[in-house]
């Protein structure tokens, strides 16, 4: 059966069995009533209306039976009205409900169903318009992300194209286009690989190895990996080393791969005669790696976006450089080992990176 009139029926029924024990009350209750109020009248007539005690009590009890069934039927018809409104006001709130649904299952993300109210179908319209929200902001990001990777892809496929052409075509030696087309298609690795990192970064799908890790041999490998490259580029890199009893709880590769992307984008970032620096500072259970650099800085509007899926303050997309996923990859993995990386920056002057990490339990 329909919900409308299931609701209303089972309204019915609850009108029916009250109207129903108001009757049986009401005759029961009021006969020894009736027989008090005739005893009064009895005393007040004497012994000579003896005869009409019986009379009486009839009559008491047939107006009282006649004023109930002339109440009943308008209390009845108010009753089916409200319980019909009732009804009606439920139905309508699942039927909208209802139609939500399927707008949103035909991909309608946009749909949203009227909140007016206070009681629990409000609620339920709500959570439903909540829900309705992330699913819009899922499905948005869902084709965000397949416009970027095609785009991304795009650039070093039609390199290697350009490449394979020439080399046919004879304008280019076979093995230099070989080893330009190496390098695209080792480019196009990295991306993958990056991709499927932030995948599981952002699903919380990333296996860590926790431990203790003594903070100075961190930023020590760190600096190890890095001083050619900085030396290279005319850039200095001043590492302070924090004391050997801070000990922090990460996973060494992952903490080492969050240190390579601040150090490499300071790098790309400084031009030759800047200098970028690395401290560490205790506060409480946890520690601040801060990186900071001399270079061109981030503009305010995009400092928060930068930690973005494939955002790049440069917009027009340099091919060979990075693919904007590098900071939601550390952002990811910081917060996977339960701390934060976050920016400030003041442009034209530089910026400064500072990655939040948990001391180790043994040492907190
Ligand atoms: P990319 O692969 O482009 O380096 P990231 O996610 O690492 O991607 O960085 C996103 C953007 O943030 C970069 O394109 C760059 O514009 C900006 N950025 C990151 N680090 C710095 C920095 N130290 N100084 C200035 N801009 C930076």
Known sequence: ??????????????????????????????QPFIQHHVAQ????????????????????????????????????????????????????????LQAGSRAIASGQYDRRLPEDGEDELTELARSFNTMAGALARVEQTRAELIGNVAHELRTPVAAVRGYAEAAQDGILPAD??????????????????????????????????????????????????????????GVTLEVERPAADVVVWVDAQRAQQVLAN??????????????VRVWA?????????????????????HLDRVFERFYRVDAARTPGEGSGVGLTIARGLARAMQGDLTATSVPG?????????PLSPAAA
Not at 2 to 30: D, G, K, W, Y
Not at 50 to 78: C, I
Not at 281 to 301: M, R, Y
Request: no cysteine; proline share 3%; hydrophobic share 50%.
């Open 262 to 275: 601040l150090l490499s984008n300071a790098l790309k970032h400084t031009p030759a005669g800047g200098t």
């Open 281 to 301: 500072g205790v506060h409480g259970a946890e520690v601040t790696v801060a990186v900071a650099d001399t270079g061109s800085g981030i503009a305010p509007e």
């Open 349 to 357: 002057q530089g910026s400064t990176f500072r990655w939040t990490v």
């Open 176 to 233: 230099k286009a070989l080893a330009a087309i190496a390098r695209e298609v080792a480019g196009m690795e990295r991306l993958t690989h990056d991709l499927s990192l932030v995948s599981r970064v952002e699903g919380g799908r990333v296996e860590l190895h926790l431990r203790s890790v003594p903070l100075g041999d961190l930023l020590r490998q760190a600096q190890d990996r890095f001083h050619l490259a900085f030396e290279d580029r």
């Open 1 to 30: 059966m329909r919900l409308f009139p299931r609701l209303l029926l089972n309204h019915l029924v609850v009108v029916t069995v009250t109207a129903s024990m108001l009757l049986i009350v009401a005759e029961l209750s009021a």
């Open 41 to 96: 009248m009895m005393e007040l007539i004497g012994t000579q209306g003896n005869h009409m005690r019986s009379d009486l009590t009839n009559g008491m009890r047939l107006t009282l039976t006649r004023a109930l069934l002339a109440a009943l039927p308008l209390a009845l018809l108010v009753a089916v009205l409200t319980a019909w409104v009732a009804a009606r006001r439920v139905t309508a709130s699942v039927r909208h």
